[in-house]
């Protein structure tokens, strides 16, 4: 399989009513599937399938981000369009 980008859409972090929206990449790696996103670093996942994969990397983002907000950390590339931010690679 190659590799595969998806969007993700993240919504309410950390008591905000803010939409994120991330690219992340989902690859094949013999029997195990690992889902990554570019950028956000050291953000990765793993499945035993590309759907679990999907669905790990979705809490994995959602949980770094809010750490993310939470210490006032700076999110890369963010762009603001009526309330949602765009994160992009």
């Known amino acids: 399989m190659e590799n595969r980008i998806r969007t993700l859409t993240i919504k309410d972090i950390a008591d905000k009513p803010n939409e994120y929206i991330v ?37 994995a983002v959602r949980l770094h981000l809010e750490v993310m907000i939470e210490d006032g950390k700076f999110i890369p590339d963010i762009v603001a369009d009526k309330g949602r931010f765009f994160v992009k690679a």
């Open 23 to 59: 690219e992340v990449v989902v690859e094949s790696d013999e029997d195990v599937y690992h889902a990554y996103c570019p950028v956000l670093d050291g953000c990765h996942s793993s499945g035993d399938t590309e759907t679990e994969a999907f669905e790990n990397i979705q809490e």
